[in-house]
């Protein structure tokens, strides 16, 4: 979800305006996914780098995703969303990680589609987490080391009820995975759109859509 800075900056604007209008454009994203029968939905709020920000930026954010729960919570429920969370949460704040604990406890039996909302994630923190846990079962006995194949690795991911990813999408025009479910991209097709988050509606998701069904994905065969 890039560019809700420079779209700030562009309409003259602070840039928590700018992550303001990026949470209208989550809501939209949520809503075009499941009139397209879309089933999993992962966005990418907060990177394990995005500490690096102006302490005034990170804790806009924190009460942002916040405000954003505890305004949309219901009519996301009330669409059969579950909500879940990836990446580190234990430095959020405690009355934050509770509000997230209740939103994936009240959405845990809906099943029109999963929404996944990254915070303080990282793709490659999460495969040496996955690696931790795999090498303590192996210390432990309960798992030899032949056993340890890409599915069973994939079981030690933090996604690893949800399908491989299909589709990125990123905003903005910058074209890098930024550390984003590093893994699980090994072959989503890459959509790149210069404009920024703020912007990108149901007209540019459907594009992006369309654009991916016409793409001919053969995994490696012929
Ligand atoms: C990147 O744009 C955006 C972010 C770091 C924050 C994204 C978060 C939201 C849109 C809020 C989502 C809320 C929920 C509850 C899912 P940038 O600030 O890096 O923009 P720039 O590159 O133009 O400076």
Known sequence: MDGNGRWAERNRLARALGHRAGVKAVKRSVECAIKNGIKVLTVYAFSTENWKRPQEEVSYLMDLFYQTLEGQLKALHRAGVRLSFIGDLSPLSVKLQEKLFAAVELTQDNDVLDF????????????????????????AGDLEIDEITESRFEKALTMSDLPPVDLLIRTSGEQRISNFLIWQLAYAELYFIDCHWPDFGEKEFEAALAEFYRRERRFGGR
């Open 116 to 139: 996944v909302v990254a915070i303080n994630y990282g793709g490659r923190q999460e495969i040496v987490n996955a690696c931790k846990n795999l090498a303590e079962e192996v210390i």
